[in-house]
């Protein structure tokens, strides 16, 4: 019998969704631009499954048959949670709220929201679906000891709690609501962070997480990678630089598990703070901790080996700004195949990147062609979006405003910078994001949760 194609599929139901090809602005009327919005239009409705993460693989036989799915909305359908116009910001109604998830983990059920405010970030998964999910993990400290990994699904606009809280003697040995140190789980692995049955401790995971492809090995729907930890284990406070792994198997999955994934783990270095970010030219998850106290070096997780190594930079080379350690967020730039992260020295915002090809001469801090006001102390996100070739930042001093960075082909030269004002609205921020602010490509738009009790907004950049 013969399969169709993707292409099969979408020149059979252009007929269907020809009403829905004005959606959005002027851009679909660009043949690929169309067909690119019928592609996302056609897994939202159900028509057809664009990838072997949506059409779903067998899941664990812990987990509930997935139920079949249900006819979809007309919200959904036509994609109006997304603005229409570049500039534009939405309110997202979601199915349910983040905090609906809870996993009532004995003891810290009031602590959930933790997860996400605590010194915690998340990062986008553009593999759950057609549109993606973005990925919610933390805790850890004095937060919570809940590691449950959450997620908000853009297919349907539900929060979905995809694995379940360590337990621990049904509470009995987490340190008590009233916090006596006294007591804590007897079977944590200092070493490599875990609590007693394998799965890495509640943590603050700052810009840590990040996602492996299912093309370059990861899991049907990709796979949630921490590739060190930091502030484990409340009361204890531990840090590791073994990484863990946690694969996306199917978008039915609930009942998801770690596995510490690295073959080894590096040890000095691991201070408070770090960030990561995804070579997809070398495979590799470059990561650094502890800015402020000028690691003289960049290390790496290898996809191939699962070796955690490091470059050390050359005796003339300038280490990374000595930031506040809890500001630091880290992109990759595949165009111009660099490191870029930002973060706050001083109370300023700071911007350097760093040469992939060339790693051990440390980074560089290029010339901004307007200042961008900084929150003291807190983290400023950024995402790189590819259709403008542009990051564009999220900054707690001004977020009636969005800036777009577009950085040269040489990237020595002067990054111009815009200010995007807002009209009549303002963004909620986070003291610690990580890569919750995400780009969204499948939907054109940010997608964005501040904190745990927020509403979700989608904003369009100007592409």
């Known amino acids: ?9 979408l020149r059979l139901a252009e007929p269907i969704l020809a009403d ?30 664009l990838s072997a993460c949506a059409s779903g693989a067998a899941e664990s036989a812990l987990a509930a048959p997935a139920p079949a799915p249900a006819p979809a909305p007309a919200l ?9 116009s570049s500039g534009d910001i939405k309110a997202v109604v979601t199915a349910n709220s983040f905090l609906s998830q809870n996993g009532n983990l004995a003891g810290w059920e009031y602590a959930f929201g933790k997860i996400v405010d605590d010194f915690s970030g998340g990062v986008f998964n553009p593999y759950w679906g057609s549109l993606g999910a973005m990925v919610f993990h933390g805790g850890g400290h004095s937060a919570t000891f809940d590691n449950s990994v959450v997620i908000l699904d853009f297919n349907d606009l539900t929060f979905k709690r995809l694995s379940n809280p360590t337990p621990s003697a049904n509470g009995a040995n987490w340190v008590t609501t009233t916090g006596l140190s006294q007591n804590v789980d007897p079977a944590f692995n200092v ?4 609590y007693g049955d394998g799965q890495p401790g509640a943590g603050h995971t700052y810009d840590t997480l990040a996602i492996l492809p299912p093309a370059d090995g990861g899991a049907p729907c990709g796979s949630l990678i921490r590739v060190s930890s930091y502030g484990v284990h409340a ?4 840090s590791t630089g073994w990484a863990h792994r946690f694969d996306f198997q199917s978008t039915a999955m609930r009942n998801g598990k770690w596995a510490r994934w690295s073959v080894n783990g590096p040890s000095s270095y691991l201070f408070a703070g770090a960030c990561s970010a995804y070579d997809s030219r ?8 502890g800015l402020s106290s000028a690691p003289p070096m960049i290390r790496y997780l290898d996809v191939a080996t699962q070796q955690q190594l490091e470059i ?13 350690p809890d500001s630091v967020t880290m992109r990759y730039d595949p165009e111009r195949d660099i490191l870029v992260l930002t973060c706050t020295v001083g109370g300023k915002l700071a911007l350097a990147f760093l040469r992939c090809a060339s790693p051990e001469m440390g980074w560089l801090v290029p010339p901004l062609s307007a200042s961008i006001p900084a929150q003291s102390g807190a983290a400023h996100p950024f995402d790189f979006v590819p259709e403008a070739d542009k990051f564009v930042l999220l900054t707690g001093a001004d977020n009636s405003a969005l800036y777009d960075i577009v950085p040269p082909q040489d990237p020595t030269l002067t990054w111009t910078v815009t200010r995007r004002p807002l009209v009549g609205v303002s963004i909620p921020t986070a003291y610690v994001s990580g890569k919750r602010w995400s780009y969204a490509p499948a939907v054109k738009a940010f997608v964005w949760m501040a904190r745990s009790s927020s509403g979700v907004i989608a904003y369009r950049p100007f592409l």
């Open 20 to 49: 829905l090809a004005s959606f959005g602005d002027s851009t679909l009327e660009n043949p690929f631009d169309r067909r690119e919005f019928l592609r996302s239009a056609l897994t939202v409705v159900g028509a057809v499954a």
């Open 235 to 238: 009361s204890m406070s531990r």
């Open 282 to 289: 070398r495979k590799r998850f470059w990561w650094i901790a």
């Open 1 to 9: 019998m013969h399969t169709l194609t993707v292409d099969e599929k």
């Open 312 to 324: 050390r930079f050359s005796s003339t080379a300038h280490v990374a700004p000595a930031a506040n």
């Open 76 to 84: 959904a359908l036509a994609l109006d949670w997304v603005p229409a």
């Open 191 to 194: 070493t490599y962070c875990e």
